[in-house]
């Protein structure tokens, strides 16, 4: 399977510990997008690389939240001191970067806070 | 600001018959949608795209279709099938043309 892959696809932690989720894109897309999503809403926009660079985050990505995609490849999202807020899906998107393009997702990452 | 958003939240149809799922949007700036469809426990599936150039486009028993003069969008797909059960969703470009905003989703249940 080439598509786009996440890890874990179940997380559950406790009230302020610390939490990372990686992405693998597919290979050939240099582009990287995180989403989250709660239950019966769409997905929001969290944050994009293109490449290594991180080039637009969301209003949403409070400063808990860092990405980063070092070489370009994989990224991971973290979220430090979490919050009962923070239980949702976590998606990974990715596309190529010619023009406009699909996103292809993950199948997400489930983060449940305790 | 950019909106978007669906007429119904759930949608029952017989196995069989044509499912009309609808979206209404806000930018009249967008010039690029996706219907995804998402089913429980895994991530959106793209199903099919249509640019604003465009006001139909038809794939494997799915249409879309966009009227730009109201912005609404349209899924249409054809012979209803069970495992077509899943959530629905329309995304807009944003913009900036770099990510997509999306709506609740309408759920698709497809009854024997």
């Known amino acids: 399977d080439t598509g786009v892959s996440q890890d874990p696809r179940h997380k559950i932690t406790k009230r302020g510990q610390n939490v990372t989720f990686r992405c693998d894109p597919i290979?050939?897309?240099?582009?990287l997008y995180w989403y989250r999503q709660t239950l019966g809403q769409g997905p929001e926009f969290l944050t994009y690389?293109?490449?290594?660079?991180?080039?637009?985050k969301s209003r949403l990505l409070s400063d808990r939240f860092s990405a980063e995609r070092p070489k370009g490849s994989f990224s991971t999202l973290e979220i430090q001191r979490t919050e009962q807020g923070d239980s949702a899906m976590y998606l990974c998107?990715?596309?190529?970067?010619?023009?406009?393009?699909?996103?292809?997702f993950g199948d997400g990452t489930r983060l449940s806070i305790l | 600001g950019e909106s978007v958003g669906l007429h119904l939240p759930t949608l029952s149809v017989q196995e069989g018959d044509n499912s009309i799922i609808n979206c209404a949007y806000s930018?009249?700036?967008?010039?690029?949608f996706i219907w995804y469809k998402q089913e429980s426990g895994k991530g959106p599936q793209f199903i099919i795209d249509?640019?604003?150039?465009?006001d139909k486009r038809q794939g494997q028993r799915v249409t879309v279709l966009l009227n730009k003069t109201v912005k609404h969008l349209s899924l249409q797909i054809a012979a209803t099938q069970p495992g077509d059960s899943a959530v629905y969703f329309c995304?807009?470009?944003?913009?900036?043309?770099?990510?997509?905003?999306f709506g609740p989703g309408t759920r698709l249940s497809v009854l024997p």
């Open positions: 998107a990715s596309s190529l970067s010619t023009g406009v393009q699909p996103q292809h």
């Open positions: 290979s050939e897309h240099n582009r």
């Open positions: 690389f293109q490449n290594e660079a991180q080039l637009e």
């Open positions: 930018n009249s700036a967008s010039d690029y």
């Open positions: 249509i640019r604003s150039n465009m």
């Open positions: 995304a807009e470009m944003d913009n900036y043309g770099q990510n997509f905003v």
